[in-house]
């Protein structure tokens, strides 16, 4: 499998890397490809390796394209409290 990353989307990751306190549990990114059903819909995903229990975070293409999944990661949200 072939995952090609953006400028912005190293850019995210460095940032997600560089924000954990916990060097033992944040050593590992994990990247994977989500889609339609995914909490900010389809795109890349990642989460730290030792981790997941904490959540994966959405990975977008752009500035734009973040702020498109975050708007569906809401909507999708509200939707269940909602119900």
Not at 55 to 71: F, K, L, M, T, V
Request: proline letters at 4%.
């Amino acid at each position: 499998m072939k995952i090609t990353l953006s400028h912005y989307q190293l850019k995210e990751l460095l940032e997600m890397s560089e924000s954990s306190c916990d060097p033992e549990c944040y050593d590992a990114i994990v990247i994977q490809v989500g889609d339609d059903t995914a909490h900010s819909g389809p795109g890349l995903y990642a989460w730290f390796d030792e981790c997941p229990e904490e959540g994966a975070s959405y990975i977008g293409d752009d500035a734009e394209d973040q702020e498109r999944a975050n708007r569906i990661g809401e909507e999708r949200e509200n939707a269940k409290s909602a119900a």
